[in-house]
């Protein structure tokens, strides 16, 4: 066989690589068509998004809390496990109209808040400019409005809920929810102004305090305490925690869903 002079040697080794190079560059194309290909596929079998049944269901579990429909409230109330369901389906099919409208309004409330502290941040240091105290003015505007949103589809959830209570179990949830949260439970059945109120509390917290070093507390506060332990409607909120809690947290929790 002849000797190759160099500059064919060259040709043959530029040759042999552009073949390679071509080669290449066709199983790249290929493989990244075949890829191309794949992902079309995939994604025109993706279902249209839409809201998940998860998200449904936490928006429902928010909504009957902040409405006062939780289901200790409701067991404190005097309603039994069936009844709690039925809340619960009430409220949900509220919110199948509502829902959308609730959940728009709490993120612009949300988003409209942390614009607002930040530009009453700004004013306060005195670094605003006018453009930041017209944004004020329109964010303030807009907590007030879609506010007006949120409580008008919460009181809607309370009516929806007492549609399917009795009287008796309504006002009791009424009077839930004109107390304090950080009273306990059994009390906030109880018919007291803000002036009791902060005198049960103060009571409360010393019996608590006495407890935990192992002593009684006064007199005084024994004896306030246990009249309001006595109270008819103290006692029956208490004995409804005691002995219907756990069905109505069950019955509650499977309604809810996850």
């Known amino acids: 066989m002849p000797a190759l002079s160099r500059s064919g040697l060259s040709t043959l080794v530029v ?22 290909s794949r992902a079309s596929r ?30 200790d409230t409701l067991a404190a109330s005097g309603v039994n496990g069936a009844k709690a369901s039925e809340v619960v389906a009430a409220v949900r099919d509220l ?61 809607a959830a309370i009516a929806a809920a007492s549609a399917v209570l009795s009287s008796e179990q309504v006002m009791a949830l ?11 439970l059994k009390y906030r059945v109880a018919s007291i102004n803000a002036g009791e109120t902060d005198t049960l509390r103060a009571a409360l917290g010393e019996a608590r305090a006495a407890d935990a070093v192992g002593e009684e507390p006064s007199s005084d506060t024994e004896t306030l305490i246990t009249n309001y332990d006595n109270n008819q409607a103290v006692t029956t909120a208490n004995s409804n925690l005691i002995n219907n809690a756990a069905s109505v947290r069950s019955a509650w929790e499977q309604a809810v869903g996850r």
């Open 15 to 36: 040759a042999a690589g552009t073949v390679l190079l071509l080669a290449g560059v066709g199983a790249y194309v290929s493989n990244n068509i075949w890829i191309a």
């Open 174 to 184: 009424a009077a839930i929810r004109s107390l304090p949260a950080d009273l306990p």
């Open 95 to 155: 919110l199948t109209e509502q829902g959308a409208a609730l959940k728009s309004a709490d993120e612009s409330h949300r988003a409209s808040t942390v614009l607002r502290q930040q530009l009453i941040a700004k004013v306060q240091a005195g670094v605003s400019t006018e453009q930041d105290r017209a944004a004020l003015t329109t964010a303030e505007s807009t907590i007030a409005s879609v506010g007006q949103t949120r409580a008008s589809i919460l009181s």
């Open 42 to 71: 995939t994604t025109h079998a993706l279902p249209v998004a839409k809201v998940s049944q998860a998200d449904a269901n936490r928006q429902l579990r928010n909504v009957l809390v902040r409405a006062g429909l939780s289901a």
